[in-house]
């Protein structure tokens, strides 16, 4: 059977859209992720496969908790100052969010919005099409005057889709310091992608942590409830299910270790014991020395000058930015520089 190559829409009402688009991968991107991944050295599995239903609702719950200062610090520079933030055009524009989850933090933005210019086009786009819908229905029920489409997508299929869909000016808008799990290069590349379909009109609104003391940083990563862990864990559930493999929980620990030479906290997933994993629909055995990780996700964190140097490498340039008291994290808000 061929696979799907047009948009699904999955829903249609007068104020709300929700479209699914196909992946260009196709269905074995989980599959070729973890083949490739599990027989390098070291091995690796890209963080894009957290966000499963359980793995979205964990990450969820980390924006809670006392040691996750990113979202509670992000949200206070919002409260304060998002009616600067959505600033700056004549008629409303539309909001499109990366990585959009819940929207929480989100709804200051487009409360603003609405405040300044009465109606609001927005359009979220997340790989988690069963949270981006909940979310998507919740702000057209609080929010009269607001249009959604949402997207569930990767963000290259969705940022292609925009170019040609979107003819009014744009506030693209990605939070939670998501970046910081790109590599500098990238991050290089999907800066100058944002940029690519950004005209002069349109701006980036984008959140990033800033770097800071270790144990301030290795703790949001490794709390105490243990809720990170099972975010990181919940990952080779997954492929258990999904793949067929079985990987026993309890043979491994969530590890978070701050690389100051390279300014990022790495999660790891570190087995506790010499073990070989099974990975039938692969037709793979995986083997795992006592003490051997398998490097699950970065958070890189900025400086003021590295983030300039991003923005110029994209073709972009700072007009606006905001940060909190203690200097923990910065909002700023790019323009084209050409």
């Known amino acids: 059977m061929a696979r799907t190559t047009s948009p699904t829409i999955s829903h249609r009402s007068a104020r709300l859209q929700v479209v699914q688009l196909p992946d260009p991968s196709g269905d074995e991107s989980l599959a070729v992720a973890v083949r490739d991944g599990l027989c390098s050295t070291p091995k690796t599995l890209p963080c894009r496969f957290f966000y499963d239903a359980a793995g979205s609702n964990l990450f969820e719950q980390i924006c809670d908790l006392p040691e996750y200062y990113i979202t509670r610090t992000e949200d206070a520079i919002l409260a304060e100052s998002a009616h600067e933030m959505v600033a700056g055009w004549v008629s409303d524009p539309i909001m499109v969010e990366l990585g959009s989850g819940s929207s929480t933090k989100t709804r200051r933005l487009i409360r603003a919005a609405l405040n300044a210019y009465a109606r609001l086009r927005y359009v979220p786009i997340d790989v988690s099409r069963t949270i981006l819908e909940t979310s998507a229905r919740s702000l057209v029920a609080e929010f009269p005057n607001l249009r959604v489409r949402a997207i569930a997508g990767t963000y290259s299929a969705a940022l292609a889709s925009l170019a040609i869909n979107l003819d009014r000016p744009k506030l693209f808008v990605f939070l939670g310091s998501s970046l910081g799990n790109f590599t500098t290069d990238a991050a290089r590349s999907f800066l100058r992608e944002i940029a690519s379909v950004m005209q002069p009109v349109d701006r980036l609104l984008l959140g990033t ?32 299910r999904e793949l067929n493999a079985n990987f026993h929980l309890e043979a491994f620990e969530h590890r978070a270790i701050y690389r100051e030479d390279q300014g990022r906290v790495e999660m790891h997933l570190v087995s506790r014991v010499d073990q070989c994993v099974s990975i039938a629909d692969l037709g793979l055995s995986v083997e795992f020395r006592a003490g051997e990780s398998i490097h699950t996700e970065n958070s890189h964190k900025y400086t003021v000058e590295r983030l300039a140097e991003l923005a110029r490498s994209a073709g972009l340039a700072e007009e606006s930015a905001w940060t909190d008291p203690d200097g923990l994290f910065r909002v700023q808000r790019w323009m084209l520089s050409r």
């Open 209 to 240: 942590d800033l770097i800071k003391e270790r144990s301030l940083l290795e703790d949001a990563y490794d709390d105490r409830q243990r809720v990170t862990a099972a975010f990181n864990l919940n990952l080779l559930t997954r492929i258990n």
